[in-house]
């Protein structure tokens, strides 16, 4: 079972057969109370069926021949009022707020400390839209100047951009 928080692992705990039918765990996670909105999504995987009844289907797999059948299960996303505003801002909306009250990036990077990895995703995202001839270098000057979650939440979106680069060359 893993939680996520704005599409970030939070916690993760393995799951026993469960002791009563129909139920493999309950439990409860208590997470800090966050300083913006946040959605919450929980999700659980396990063995995939073999059994001739109800197999799981090999999907198609370009990278790989191998296949492990799991089973996987979602919650629907729980949105957390956290700033008490009482309307849901997606980390997008926090995103395009700070970069355009940052006067430098210096200042973005202090302006992002506040919030979660998944807001300074989207601020990469902006900043690359904005300038992408300047985008490895406010990059950069993020990650030195932000502190960890920040920094790891640019370099999260940097790598999955030059990733998807990447594959499109191909």
Same mark, same amino acid.
């Given at each position: 079972m893993a939680l996520y928080v704005n599409g970030i692992l939070a916690r993760e705990e393995e799951i026993e057969d469960g002791t009563r039918a129909g139920v493999k765990w309950e439990g409860t996670w208590r997470l800090p109370k966050p300083a913006h909105d946040v959605h919450?999504?929980?999700?659980?995987?396990?063995?995939?069926?073999?059994? !001739?009844?109800? !197999?799981?289907?090999? !999907?198609? +797999? *370009?990278?790989?021949? &191998?296949f492990a059948p799991y089973v996987l299960g979602l919650s629907g996303a729980v949105f957390v009022d956290g700033d008490g505003s009482r309307a849901f801002e997606p980390a997008v909306e926090y995103a395009r707020? &700070?970069?355009? @009250?940052?006067?430098d990036i210096r +200042?973005?990077?202090a302006r992002l400390r506040s919030y979660d990895g998944a807001v300074a995703i989207q601020a990469a995202s902006l900043l690359?839209? #904005? =300038? *992408?001839? @300047?985008?490895? &270098?406010?990059i950069r000057s993020i990650m030195q100047a932000a502190p960890a979650h920040v920094a790891n939440g640019v370099a999260?979106? +940097? &790598?999955?951009?030059? =990733?998807? +680069?990447? #594959?499109?060359? #191909?």
């Open positions: 919450l999504v929980a999700v659980a995987t396990g063995p995939g069926v073999t059994a !001739p009844y109800w !197999p799981t289907a090999k !999907p198609y +797999q *370009p990278t790989s021949i &191998e707020r &700070e970069v355009s @009250a940052a006067a +200042q973005l990077a690359r839209v #904005r =300038d *992408p001839a @300047a985008f490895d &270098e406010n999260a979106y +940097q &790598e999955a951009w030059n =990733d998807s +680069q990447a #594959r499109r060359a #191909r």
